[in-house]
């Protein structure tokens, strides 16, 4: 509140601003002020005091110059005046008026509008006008953050999901009665200790649809966990992931619910840039070692992992996205030939290459070509030929119906089909 002064001994009320003629010195000497701020608006003398940059002694010594009982006033909690108001402001209230209103209406301040709530037990309205109206967006809107926040989501990320601000987001689940979670303790999102920054903790709790398969097939070929017993240096679990394509990073982050920043890194000679993203969360290491997604994974042997069968195919193609190769090579006949090729654990190799036999219909010859290391349990898969490959492309990206891939391999394996299908090599 802002006390003005116009010229002479005239003072303007910061909280009605109406005019009041002193003749005293100063404004607060005047009996007049003091008992519109006391009576009137029912202001304490500490605020009275602040309104003229005085102590409180100042305000009281005036007080009891000019005979005027505090206790008296005091004793009941509540002057006279707001008495009276107290059940029209109480029903202006009701049918949707805000505390700015009430107080315009009857030329009053608005802490006494709301001091006469607050004594009435009336619990205040968020949102300013809109008052019982509800929030400013489109119902169907409201049932989706609603169901946002029930599955786990955070209220800045449902806000940027649904292009509205946190405000609308928080003031929508209030309207609705949805109680809020405390701050970063969702069960889905920050699950133990409090986190920094927003994360799906349990997202690879169950691979049960294509996104969630696809992204463990790429973590097992691409990614990396750590466990304070894995590495010397690491002080928590970390689960990981770096590679060439922005985009598909930005992809992995989104699908965890992610608030982390992805780091970038400079190539160094012919090296391409690269990016990265890593996340600190036990329950998400747990989960992963789990589905067989373990600490120094090029160095062990692993098979696929035990999901429904229905999803291998997400799982494989996260698998070769991350550690495949599809590429046009010149033969010694001077024609080209596309060939593929996939790289990882001996066990899961052997089980991928049978599992797209089956699948594409094809008994192809495969070259397995061991690391130069026996002791590595690597080993690569290739297949060649403008026949067999496509067909196997066709199996990993479900014949160009796949909704989860790297872009970069998406469009190479559709340059592959147009090429093929072009009259030149008919």
């Known amino acids: 509140m802002i006390m003005t002064k116009s010229s002479g001994n005239l003072w303007t009320c910061p909280e009605c601003h ?73 029903n202006k209230y009701n049918e949707g008026k805000t505390v700015g209103d009430i107080a315009q209406i009857y030329n009053i301040g608005r802490q006494t509008i709301t001091s006469i709530l607050e004594r009435a037990g009336i619990p205040r309205r968020h949102g300013g006008r809109r008052g019982p109206r509800g929030p400013n967006i489109a119902k169907e809107t409201q049932i989706k953050i609603i169901g946002m926040y029930k599955d786990g989501h955070t209220g800045p990320a449902i806000a940027q999901t649904l292009n509205t601000s946190e405000h609308e987001v928080y003031y929508t ?55 304070p017993e894995s590495r010397r240096t690491a002080v928590s679990y970390t689960v990981g992931l770096r590679s060439i394509d922005k985009d598909h990073i930005e992809k992995f982050r989104s699908a965890l619910c992610s608030e982390h920043k992805i780091g970038a890194y400079a190539g160094v000679g012919s090296a391409n840039a690269s990016y990265s993203i890593a996340f600190s969360s036990k329950i998400l290491v747990n989960d992963l070692m789990r ?21 291998l195919g997400p799982f494989y193609r996260g698998y070769f996205d991350g550690d495949g190769g599809l590429w046009k090579q ?97």
């Open 18 to 90: 109406q005019t009041i003629m002193y003749m005293e010195s100063k404004a607060f000497h005047s009996k007049a002020v003091l008992e519109h701020l006391y009576f009137f608006h029912s202001l304490s003398l500490q605020t009275i005091a602040e309104l003229f940059s005085v102590t409180s002694p100042s305000i009281v010594w005036q007080m009891n110059k000019y005979g005027l009982e505090r206790d008296q006033h005091r004793k009941k909690g509540i002057h006279k005046l707001t008495v009276e108001l107290t059940p029209l402001v109480i």
């Open 173 to 227: 689940l209030e309207y609705n009665g949805i109680p809020r979670r405390p701050s970063r303790t969702s069960t889905r999102y920050y699950t133990g200790s409090r986190r920094r920054l927003a994360l799906d903790q349990r997202y690879f709790a169950d691979i049960n649809r294509e996104e969630n398969a696809y992204w463990l097939g790429f973590l097992c070929a691409d990614g990396y966990v750590s466990t």
């Open 291 to 311: 589905w067989g997604c373990l600490p120094h994974k090029g160095r062990k042997d692993f098979g696929t992992p035990n999901i429904d069968s229905q999803l």
């Open 330 to 426: 010149t033969v010694k006949n001077g024609k080209d030939q596309w060939r593929l090729s996939c790289m990882g654990a001996d066990t899961l190799i052997n089980e991928f290459g049978q599992w797209v036999k089956d699948k594409a219909g094809l008994d192809i010859v495969r070259t397995r070509t061991k690391h130069p290391n026996s002791n590595n349990p690597r080993c690569e898969w290739r297949c060649g030929g403008n026949i067999q490959v496509p067909r196997v492309m066709d199996v990993l990206y479900n014949n160009g119906k796949a909704t989860i891939y790297l872009n970069r391999k998406f469009l190479l394996y559709n340059r592959m089909k147009e090429e093929l299908a072009s009259p030149s090599n008919t």
